[in-house]
């Protein structure tokens, strides 16, 4: 049998037919009409090889100083929600939270689509397979397999995945299967379809299939949905878009959190162990990684504010979309003159003090909301009960801030349901009460934090440090929070917005009743599933503004 690998060097096109085939190309051929006789197909390649084929196959790419290799996904250069589906079938169907943000699309229709992606994967030179697992704990571990045209996207998914040994690649078989034919536009004119992107995932055939977007993203983000229907569903076991780190002492810390309010920043501690930056599972045991690397932000990377991400950024890593001098292969971190979504993906150990394996023998015993209420409402930190917890999990708050999005020139209120909506394959309520029982098995401390505050740091020392544990603490009118009297390091004239506010109490009085409406508001389309004692926790008049905090 002629080694894979090789077989690229001596059939650059990929055009001479071979008498023997590997194990995945014959794979791939029954399963996916792949034409191995056509297309070199690359197995598991290394990083040096990813390397030179996308520099030489990939216009726009290049290796820069720290020795990461850039890449432009482009004209897509963000997640493309709108235009997720999920395939509508019998084993699936009776649990899918269906609407907006899980689109249903016929099985026909998905053999259209998938159709689609294996002609144009069909028509390339060279394609590439990265296999891999999801998640950290054995017992509820996938194999996932990605089918993919560029070398780009094989190596962010290489980083992504959990890195297989030699010995474990040998008789892989895939779990799930996702084909990445992203460059190539889905037909617009196919029922259902509202632009040329989808990426459609099916539950009974356990494949993803992307098409009309090359963000790298959708791939590990498809995968996070599967472990948002698979772990509830079939293991109960709760899934959660969150960071985790470990204290020296075994204390688990898990952040929740939208785009932008810090997740990876504040889990990367140089004091703890990072568990991981974005995609975890609670199971009976605590809490496990699903990928095998992270995905952090770029824009305004400095390695004194976040020097463990700015180093991670060396060979083996993917920086995507970023602005670099092109004499000079010198990174400008701060120009988002491309988008303000640069990211870099790396393997998850090139975090010093990343914990490997990737999991917690211990049950959290601090779990952080986070949130950035740019309007200066919400208190930098709140103990919060696990009833209020669900409500503010379910609602999911932060504010966009003015220059971060065209259009947006004052903070704009965006609530996305458990800090990740676009993710969830079932109703959110399903994975509040999942978590409001685990916090309350196992006597976690829940806290609301509000971050972009340059004493964000020193409260979460302060969590860590179990000094707010045992504060005191006074009661924030409106919300109904706890706020501390005080924290170490922290003024305490700013603990309490209703103290520190410099408007004007009438100023004040509207700007919470605004938010407090929009928090209401927004928590109405999840009311029929919450029970009493959560619809209570939303429902607290205050004795101070009046009685409009009732949902009414």
């Not at 034409?35 to 197909?41: E, F, G, K, N, Q």
């Not at 209420?373 to 932060?398: M, N, R, W």
Request: glycine fraction near 6%; hydrophobic fraction near 40%; include cysteine.
């Amino acid at each position: 049998m002629v080694p894979n690998v090789n077989k690229t060097s001596l059939h650059p096109g990929g055009v001479v037919p071979l008498l023997e085939h590997t194990e995945i190309e014959e794979e791939l051929h029954e399963r996916a009409n792949i034409d191995y006789d056509r297309v070199a197909i690359i197995e598991n390649p290394s990083v040096a090889v990813l390397y030179e084929d996308a520099l030489v196959h990939e216009s726009g790419t290049a290796i820069v100083t720290s020795g990461a290799l850039t890449a432009y996904s482009g004209e897509k250069r963000g997640r493309s929600p709108l235009d997720k589906r999920i395939v509508k079938e019998e084993s699936s169907e009776k649990n899918i939270w269906w609407g907006p943000v899980n689109k249903a699309m016929r099985p026909e229709i998905w053999r259209i689509h998938r159709e689609r992606a294996i002609d144009y994967l069909n028509t390339r030179d060279r394609i590439y397979v990265v296999d891999g697992f999801a998640g950290w704990d054995e017992r509820y571990r996938l194999n996932v397999r990605v089918v993919c045209a560029r070398a780009y996207h094989a190596l962010f998914m290489r980083n992504m995945l959990i890195r297989p040994a030699q010995e474990e690649l040998e008789h892989f078989q895939p779990d799930y299967v996702i084909y990445n034919a992203g460059a190539f536009p889905a037909n617009r004119y196919t029922e259902g379809m509202t632009s040329a992107t989808s990426v459609a995932i099916n539950f009974a055939e356990k494949e993803i299939v992307i098409l009309g977007t090359e963000y790298a993203g959708e791939m590990k983000k498809g995968i996070l949905t599967v472990f948002f229907y698979e772990m509830p569903v079939k293991h109960g076991v709760l899934t959660l878009h969150s960071s985790a780190n470990v204290g020296k002492e075994g204390d688990v810390t898990v952040f929740f959190g939208l785009s932008g309010t810090g997740k990876t920043t504040l889990s990367a501690d140089p004091q703890r162990a990072l568990i991981g930056d974005d995609e975890h599972c609670w199971s009976d045991r605590g809490i496990f990684n699903v990928e095998g690397g992270c995905y952090a932000k770029c824009i305004g990377l400095s390695e004194e504010k976040e020097p463990e991400i700015y180093r991670a950024i060396r060979f083996g890593a993917v920086l995507e979309n970023v602005v670099f001098d092109s004499q000079t292969r010198i990174v400008d971190y701060n120009d988002s003159a491309l988008t303000e979504n640069t990211r870099c993906a790396y393997p998850i150990e090139y975090i010093p003090n990343a914990k490997i394996p990737c999991l917690s023998t211990t049950h959290p015993s601090n779990i952080i909301l986070l949130t950035c209420d740019a309007c200066g409402i919400l208190p930098p930190i709140s103990k919060i009960t696990a009833e209020q917890t669900v409500f503010h999990f379910i609602s999911g708050y932060t504010s966009k801030v003015a220059g971060t999005e065209d259009g947006v020139n004052e903070p704009q209120a965006t609530f996305s349901s458990c800090f990740g909506q676009p993710f969830l394959a079932l109703h959110p309520m399903r994975y509040a009460r999942m978590l409001a029982d685990r916090i309350t098995h196992h006597k976690a401390n829940v806290w609301l934090l509000n971050t972009g505050l340059k004493y964000t740091r020193a409260i979460l020392d302060a969590i860590h440090s179990s000094e707010l544990a045992k504060a005191n603490f006074e009661i924030y009118e409106t919300f109904n929070l706890h706020v501390p009297t005080s924290v170490s390091g922290v003024p305490s004239e700013i603990l309490n917005p209703q103290k520190s506010w410099k408007l004007g109490e009438a100023n004040f009085k509207d700007e919470v009743t605004k938010l407090a409406k929009l928090f209401l508001e927004n928590f109405k389309i999840y009311e029929d599933e919450a029970t009493p004692d959560v619809l209570k926790a939303g429902r607290n008049p205050s004795p101070v503004y009046g009685e409009f905090l009732y949902l009414t």
